[in-house]
């Protein structure tokens, strides 16, 4: 059986504090977030932009977040007024909300991984089981 992995990254930037927090990340600060979106697939499909089935997602789908925040995405916005109050605004949270959003836009069979990282030595891994 056919299996395409399509692989994307970008990066955007936003401000972020992380409640409660005792120690400098409990300030506003901001990163050049890193983000690596992987998705799989054992079929092609079509897209909102090609009505033809030739992709697993297409690359402008995927890449979302990094549209500026008065466009949708996550760029130059404070995450903890753009993220929904459930995601706190720690690394893990991030992905998860990338993935969750990511998610609702690609046909159900495709496995989806987001990766972001706020440092280029720190990184989360969230994925599809």
Not at 99 to 128: A, F, M
């Amino acid at each position: 059986m056919p299996k395409w992995k399509l692989v994307t990254e970008f990066t955007f930037d936003s401000a972020h504090y992380i409640k409660d927090y005792n120690g400098p990340c409990g300030r506003l600060h901001g990163h050049t977030y890193k983000v690596r979106i992987e998705a799989t697939s054992t079929k092609l499909y079509s897209s909102e932009f090609c009505p033809h089935p030739v992709m697993v997602a297409d690359f402008r789908t995927l890449r979302w977040a990094k549209k500026d925040i008065t466009k949708g995405g996550l760029d130059h916005g404070i995450l903890n007024e753009v993220m929904p109050e459930d995601y706190a605004t720690t690394a893990e949270m991030i992905a998860k909300f990338i993935y969750d959003r990511t998610k609702e836009k690609l046909p159900e069979n495709v496995q989806l991984k987001v990766v972001v990282s706020e440092t280029p030595n720190s990184w989360v891994e969230y994925e599809d089981e």
